[in-house]
């Protein structure tokens, strides 16, 4: 297995974390903020790994 290729386990997490994040967004009672914060932490782990997230903008 290469560097770059992930288990099913870590995929599995990874997919955890959006569906609960999501739900999270969902639940929300203040649905801005929270989703706000959501892209913040989104960035932050993108950039982390030397991502450019201007690049990712949708219009």
């Known amino acids: 297995m290469g560097a770059l290729e992930m ?8 997919m955890i974390d959006i569906y609960t994040d999501l739900q999270r967004i969902q639940k929300a009672e203040d649905k801005e ?5 959501q892209l913040r932490k989104a960035k932050a782990k ?6 450019v997230t201007e690049n990712l903008t949708i219009e």
């Open 7 to 14: 288990t099913e386990k870590e995929q599995a997490a990874i």
């Open 33 to 37: 903020k929270e989703l706000n914060n």
């Open 46 to 51: 993108l950039e982390a790994l030397g991502i």
